[in-house]
């Protein structure tokens, strides 16, 4: 009787001690609310501890001499992805002192700043082809660039057309410049910063491939993939050392793709699922607009299904398959799944979706690939 008394009183004191600290959780957390809305100190004491954490200088240990690093700043198409946010084409490479942009669809510099890449030292920009959803943040990225202390031209190379993309954005930003230097100064922003180094990568009739790049154990090979009706569609592949990066560019099922990805430690391809596409199509016929049915039907033939990258993955051996330029905008994991289902029954693992922010690290003399996150 007495145990069980005793037990009763210390029941009673253990959740009368929940309860007084439960309360004075819930009063600690209005009074924080109230101060957070209305003391001025308190608010200050915030903002001087959130600007800490959000400003810093650029990320300095990507590349050099032991790692490939790969960051994904846009893993998405021209479709807008309000909810995955994965934005328009742009593959950010490190490699020894360089750092290489394979393509810049819109929106690029903002990503490249919010990982906090460090954008002054960008070496070169590499389009894949001249799709507008490759090239349109290049004039964004030229700028923040130059803001963050690029004091030379910005490397341009590319399919035919390239020199003439390229001096449309200068032109477009030359009266920006103007301004930006009168207003800071040219010591500050060195009027060279501004400008356009364009090449334009030519393919004679018997040629599929060339090395655009080399330094050292590093290379860069350029080869043409199939995005017909556009010409001069290129996919990349990046050499360094024992470790190895390809990029299929937008193209269909191509087998210089297979043979540009042979034993690669990633493979980066674009994906297009036909069977949601079709279903885009026909919902769009049902709303009567016409237009963007056209659109959906006539994207399905110069993309590759995710089935069909993972076979190009699966007959190249490549080690890593990372989707890419994914179509359409994938909402939650079911329809991610949905969007794999065909793909994951020929390749049970090794098969991973891009997302904005995505960093794989490629360290030399390893086999190692190891994943991150940028995102903030
Ligand atoms: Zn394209
Ligand atoms: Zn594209």
């Excluded at 200068?170 to 922003?189: M, N, Q, V």
């Excluded at 994906?271 to 049915?293: H, Q, S, W, Y």
Aim: charged residues 25%; glycine residues 6%; contains cysteine.
């Amino acid at each position: 009787m007495e145990n069980q008394k005793s037990g009763i009183s210390i029941g009673k004191r253990k959740s009368g001690f929940l309860l007084f600290i439960t309360s004075l959780l819930v009063l600690l957390f209005f009074i924080l609310i109230f101060l957070s809305r209305n003391n001025h100190q308190f608010q200050d004491r915030i903002f001087k501890a959130a600007l800490k954490q959000r400003v810093q200088l650029p990320r300095a240990d990507l590349g050099g001499e032991k790692n490939l690093d790969i960051v994904f700043c846009g893993s998405g198409s021209p479709f807008p992805d309000p909810i995955n946010k994965r934005g328009q084409p742009c593959l950010a490479v490190f490699a020894k002192n360089h750092f290489f942009l394979f393509d810049a669809g819109s929106n690029s510099a903002v990503k490249l700043a919010i990982y906090r890449l460090p954008l002054q030292k960008l070496s070169q920009v590499f389009f894949t082809h001249l799709h507008s959803d490759h090239f349109s943040g290049l004039g964004e990225v030229r700028l923040l660039t130059w803001l963050q202390g690029k004091k030379s031209a910005l490397k341009v190379l590319g399919p035919n057309g390239t020199k003439r993309t390229v001096e449309a954005y200068k032109e477009a930003y030359f009266i920006d410049s103007t301004f930006r230097i009168a207003h800071h100064g040219a010591d500050f922003l060195n009027p060279s910063g501004t400008t356009y180094q364009t090449q334009e990568i030519q393919f004679s009739k018997e040629e599929k491939s060339k090395i655009v790049f080399e330094d050292g154990p590093l290379k860069i090979t350029a080869f043409l993939v199939d995005h017909s009706p556009i010409t001069h569609a290129f996919g990349y592949r990046v050499d360094f050392g024992d470790r190895s990066l390809t990029i299929s560019g937008d193209s269909i099922k191509h087998p210089n793709i297979i043979k540009f990805s042979k034993n690669a430690d990633v493979l980066v391809h674009e994906a297009l699922n036909p069977m949601m596409v079709k279903g885009l199509e026909k919902r769009f016929n049902e709303i009567g607009n016409k237009l963007a049915a056209k659109l959906m039907g006539d994207i399905l033939d110069y993309h590759t299904s995710p089935l069909e990258a993972a076979e190009t993955a699966n007959e190249a051996k490549a080690e890593l398959l990372v989707l890419t330029h994914i179509v359409p905008p994938l909402p939650n994991a079911l329809v991610e799944r949905i969007f794999l289902r065909k793909a994951s029954k020929i390749r049970k693992k090794d098969t991973i979706l891009a997302f904005d922010g995505l960093h794989l690290r490629l360290p030399l003399g390893k086999k190692t690939i190891l994943k991150g996150d940028f995102r903030p």
